[in-house]
């Protein structure tokens, strides 16, 4: 055999693997025709044979066999120009909230596990790029299949330039939401018992006047456990929505309304069932130990009371923006309606 | 300066991947094989790699524009290429479309 022949045979078969099954001979008898006619027409032009050197030049230059099989496969692309708009925008969000979440985490633990015997630390490392590379690998993965099977889904539901969101007042930005949601997630983890933080209940503070005080967690908290997951879970979905969908303005207003009405309730049982930190002093005479009990009462009232007033103040202020935003719309549904 | 050079070259790609399947069906109103399609291509003026042609032709073909059928010819059997009666019909309204877009581009330019 020509060793011309063979090196042809090696660079089809190198093709052929590349291919279906279905398809390879087919593909690979036409692209034998044509390396055969380029090799004639080249020694026609030179007048003699083609060196083995010359020969490997020209099937060199015909392209590597994965090129060549790889232009026979309809996809050229894993995610499309019609798809990688939504693609990008979830992998931001996605990257956004992991990122954030893992920094607080990592303050957290530089914060308040100084020397721990098991930091975090470690942990929030390998978690952050665990997190973020397998929740963007499987979007790719979900985009793909898409692309693939679907690449005209419209991801969006129907939308009309009246609807699209034109912020009436500064709105918050975009971190505050981040930020405020990954606070919220931190708060459910450490409630739920998944995430461990230093107990502040859990050892005596010097007063400075040779005694010291303890501090003791009433009974309240015990009964508010889904009150406070329910509401802490209604104020982060408020912020999900607010960074996925600028515009559910509506929606997310509900949610917060929802919240703040737990909310009130929670910080309502709290305030009805006062002392919420019962303080045992040691080594202080009863009347220091009172006006510690006092001062701590006190500034529990006063955060309650104040927390109560943000938390009305907040909802309100997003009830307006929803009104307004209404009556702003409303005005061009007439007119639309009247022509 | 580098930059310009990969932008003209990116550009001039999509300016002429339109026009190649035009060029390549215009070509295939005669029976033709790769090879001979891309030498006629070729002295039309048209330079298209191998690489390009040959799954283009498939995609045609999958696409109902062109029919094809093994044949043996200078002692070899070769891979024969025509456009499909349904070819034809697309062809005409793309080569009206071309005109038209041609004539615009020539008024704009």
Known sequence: MDPRDDLTDRYLAAIASHLPKAKAQDITAELRDLLLSQREEKEAELGR???PDEAEAMIKAFGH???VAARYDGAQYLIGPALYPYWWA???VVAFMVSAVMVTLLILDIVFAAGSSDPILPHVIGAFWSSLFG????????FAILERYAPHVELLPDWSPRRLYVPLEKPQTRWNRISELTLQVVLLLWWVGVLRLPDPFAYPYATGHGGAVALHLSETWRTLYWPVIGFVCLGMAANLLALIWPARIGVRTLLRVAATVIGVFVLGVVYRHLPLVTVTAVGLAPKAAAGIQSGVDIGIRIGLLVGGVALLVETLRDLYRLWRRLRATAPADRHTAAV | MPFEEDLYDKLRLELRRGC???????????ERYGYTLRKALSEGGLEIDESTLYPLLRRLESQGLLISEWREEERRNKRFYRLSADGEALLTRLATEWRSLNSSLDRIL
Not at chain 1, 135 to 142: E, F, K, M, V
């Open chain 1, 90 to 92: 979830a992998v931001k």
């Open chain 1, 65 to 67: 066999p994965l090129r």
């Open chain 1, 135 to 142: 929740t963007i690998g499987a979007l790719t993965i979900l």
């Open chain 2, 20 to 30: 190649l399947v035009l060029a390549v069906l215009a070509e295939l109103r005669l």
């Open chain 1, 49 to 51: 044979p083609l060196t």
